[in-house]
């Protein structure tokens, strides 16, 4: 294999939440699950092996050229379609809290919307760039709405499961690529004014989306019913200082804060580590972030830089939104926090997203200044 160049402004941060992740999913789930299923080391275990597949993922990601998924994205669009049509059939698709969101395959259970996320922004950057081309060479470009399709298609696949969070991301996440590859202000703020009554018909139409937005407006006020979880958080991170109670040594993981190792882990960082663990983590992820558009804005293809903007928005708008979720600054989506909250397809998923952009880097862009990769 020819060497590759391998950015360690993005490959530390990301290996840094992989190793935290799995100590704070043991710290957070290690009385429920030896309550609930005598193994106080059930998820540690687990999570050990999706970081394990997690890092095979990053490499794979790593390795092969991002030039490739061009070619085949129909396919890689069709097997995800595919997976996320299979979900909602009763019998493939497992349920839980309220949603159809996995396929059970043996001890783990695949979710085919963590896969949709990557895949929508291949999808995207090859559209944009597939335009550029044509520009350039002076020939008629499709309309700017066609790479709408396939996003809008996973998307209307989403909201069946629900799985309105995910939606969310992709939602922002095609306008910001739109926006960047030429689309006008004003037909994006003209889309976004026509989306209005569709979200406010699926919040308004769902009974468990208007109790999450009125524990948003006032958590307090709710407190011992739907604003319960939020306020759950704020005592949590709250109750963490500046340094913290120590590693194990949180409560509110005792059965007072819900999915404590799954949406709402920062929280159990904010306890047991404090500030300091709070602004380690978002550190790691600017970290990324600030790679990530450094590696975009150097691409010197169309399709990589449109790639390495997805994938590093797709990565910071999450775990921006997860955090802020936890702090009550946005009403609870249930969106895992990238490479850190307990799940396999979250983890692999994100993996390949870093692997991918690392790829773009190592191929695409030209060293930055003062970079610290090797080859």
């Known amino acids: 294999m020819r060497p590759l160049r391998l950015n360690t402004m993005v490959l530390l941060p990301a290996l840094l939440l992989l190793g935290l992740g799995v100590v704070m999913v043991y710290s957070a789930s290690a009385v429920f699950a030896s309550t609930r299923l005598n193994d106080s080391a059930h998820f540690l275990w687990r999570q050990v092996i999706f970081a394990s597949c997690g890092c095979a993922a990053l490499y794979l990601g790593w390795r092969i050229d991002f030039k490739w998924y061009r070619r085949v994205m129909w396919p890689l669009v069709g097997v995800v379609g595919a997976l996320l049509v299979a979900v909602l059939i009763p019998g493939i ?9 996995w396929i059970p395959i043996g001890m783990f259970a695949l979710q085919p919307g ?3 996320k990557p895949i929508v922004v291949i999808a995207l950057a090859a559209a944009l760039a597939r335009r550029n081309e044509l520009r350039a060479a002076g020939e008629q470009t499709p309309a700017l709405w066609a790479p709408l399709i396939i996003p809008a298609a996973l998307m209307g696949l989403l909201l069946l499961e629900p799985d309105f969070g995910s939606t969310v991301i992709l939602g922002a996440l095609t306008f910001l690529l739109l926006f ?4 006008r202000v004003g037909y994006l703020l003209l889309a976004g004014l026509c989306a209005l009554p569709v ?5 308004a139409s769902s009974p468990y989306r208007m109790r999450r937005l009125l524990s948003f407006l006032d958590p307090w006020s709710h407190r ?4 319960y979880q939020v306020s759950e958080s704020l005592i949590s991170i709250g109750s963490g200082g500046s340094l913290g109670l120590g590693i194990g040594d949180g409560r509110q ?14 929280s159990i960082i904010g306890e047991e580590l404090g500030l300091v663990g709070v602004l380690f983590v978002i550190g790691c992820f600017v970290c990324i ?5 450094s590696i975009a804005r150097r691409a010197s293809s169309a399709f990589g830089g449109y790639l390495a903007l997805g994938l590093t928005s797709l990565v910071g708008l999450q775990a921006g939104i997860n955090m802020a979720v936890t702090l009550g600054l946005l009403p609870t989506k249930g969106l895992t926090l990238p490479l850190v909250s307990y799940g396999g397809s979250s983890i692999v998923a994100t993996c390949f997203a870093l692997g991918l952009l690392l790829n773009v880097d190592a191929t695409d862009a030209a060293p930055a200044h003062g970079d610290g990769g090797g080859r």
Do not use: N, S, W
């Not at 698709?93 to 969101?101: S, V």
């Not at 960047?180 to 689309?183: H, K």
């Not at 011992?224 to 604003?227: H, L, P, R």
């Open 93 to 101: 698709g497992r349920a839980g809290g309220g949603a159809m969101r």
């Open 224 to 227: 011992q019913d739907i604003g």
């Open 289 to 293: 972030v600030v790679a990530g558009f």
């Open 180 to 183: 960047v590859g030429g689309a």
């Open 114 to 116: 963590e896969f949709a």
């Open 199 to 203: 979200v406010f018909h699926l919040v």
């Open 253 to 266: 993981k005792l059965f007072f804060l819900p999915a404590a190792h799954t949406d709402f882990i920062f």
